[in-house]
């Protein structure tokens, strides 16, 4: 039988196990030589069909989700933005935990040692154009009206409703403006209690996700802050989720400005539509926190070592925990506890904005999922609450 130490080592080293691909080379000068396999992308090259693509003006009139950014920053505490106001109703017995938004949501405003620490804001709805720098027309038109059909609702994992809809542009929103509050200098981090939404492509939802809020705030910030993101100081996308974020992949999969890592169960879900991000990390079944903490803490160095990136996006998802119903990892709430901090350090220390999204999280019933959901915001707040105004980035 392998001791820790030794499964550890194997994890760091060989490829085939742990590191199945870094998608395209990358300059790793600060680093080293790249100790992974580094191969070319067949997919390079190729532009992305966007047909509604809309250039966001900075000219123009100030979008909710900026105006949204620009009101709450002047708070106090870290800002968190919510969506479970838009109350969607599931069929009786449905798989998804709708509730633990809320739940999240009200452990963290009853919990006294945040006074001060972190506040929550009703999130403004992503608008069409802003939906339209990722989402497709036909995709855009179908969802928003209703018109998906059977396959596609399935392959969503939710039945349409108007409702849906509304959640999920606020869902996307929330992330739109916590991005703008930390791009515009208000925080150096901000939270999303919603969103993570990694699993929606261009032109269609899955697994329960139906805009792909992070790509999209991640658009909105490469048109908005041109003079901060860009290929020489990309967007960073940290997915913790225990599955792979194969939207997020798929969607910059050609774009060199957005660097996308995910560390992931091997055996999770996607397994027919994994797609190709950056990095993958695939975890084996049962990893518990010791191996995943030191894999995590190797790949943050390689990551910060080898980009300088210019804004992070954390997709927080808590599906690692041993209790989920879905993911295949044994992670302890201790140990999810240790890999956000072990994040938050890392920009800290970097002083690099950060923006923070809930992902996934399955356990039956529901609380260790909402415990170690209220945990990645309390230790984000107890790290960023206090430091308010923060000086603009350069
Ligand atoms: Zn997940």
Not at 20 to 48: D, E, I, K
Not at 288 to 300: F, K, M, N, P
Not at 322 to 347: H, I, K, P
Not at 367 to 373: C, Y
């Amino acid at each position: 039988m392998r001791t820790r130490a030794s499964l550890i080592s194997g994890l760091l080293s060989r490829p085939s196990v742990a590191i199945t691909v870094a998608r395209r080379p990358r300059p790793l000068s600060q680093h080293g030589a790249p100790p992974f396999h580094v191969v070319r992308n067949s997919c390079l090259g190729v532009t992305p069909r966007h047909v509604c693509y809309t250039t966001l003006s900075k000219e123009s009139s100030l979008s909710d989700t900026k105006k949204a950014a620009l009101e709450v920053g002047k708070g106090v505490g870290l800002v968190a933005f919510y969506a479970d106001n838009n109350v969607v109703s599931l069929p009786d017995g449905h798989r998804f935990p709708m509730d633990k938004y809320r739940a999240t949501r009200l452990m963290l405003e009853d919990d006294a040692s945040l006074v001060n620490l972190l506040t929550t804001h009703v999130s403004p709805a992503a608008s069409t154009q802003e939906l339209c720098v990722v989402h497709e027309e036909r995709y855009l038109h179908n969802i928003l009206n209703g018109e998906l059909n059977e396959k596609e609702q399935r392959n969503l994992g939710f039945p349409w409703s108007p409702e849906l809809v509304n959640r999920s542009r606020a869902s996307t929103g929330g992330t739109i403006a916590a991005m703008h509050c930390v791009m515009v200098g208000l925080r150096r981090g901000a939270a999303n209690i919603a969103g993570g939404t990694h699993h929606a492509f261009p032109d269609h939802g899955e697994g329960f996700c139906v805009f792909n809020d992070i790509a999209v705030a991640a658009r909105v910030a490469l048109e908005a802050y041109p003079e901060s993101c860009s290929v020489e100081r990309p967007i960073l996308v940290i997915d913790l989720d225990v599955h792979q974020g194969n939207g997020t992949a798929k969607i910059f999969e050609a774009d060199d400005r957005v660097v996308t890592f995910s560390m992931h169960g091997a055996n999770n879900y996607p397994w027919r539509t994994k797609m190709k991000s950056d990095y993958d990390v695939d975890l084996p079944d049962d990893t518990g926190d010791e191996v995943y903490l030191a894999v995590l803490s190797d790949w943050l160095q390689r990551l910060f070592g080898s980009h300088s990136p210019s804004l992070i996006f954390f997709q927080a998802g808590v599906d690692a925990l041993r209790e989920d119903s879905f993911g295949r990892l044994a992670m302890t709430r201790q140990g999810l506890l240790q890999r956000n901090n072990m994040v938050y350090t890392a920009c800290l220390t970097r002083q690099l904005p950060l923006v923070i999204t809930m992902g996934g999280g399955y356990s039956r019933p529901s609380e260790a999922s909402v415990l170690a959901h209220a945990d990645v915001y309390r230790a984000a707040a107890l790290r960023y609450g206090a430091m308010n105004r923060t000086s603009p980035i350069s």
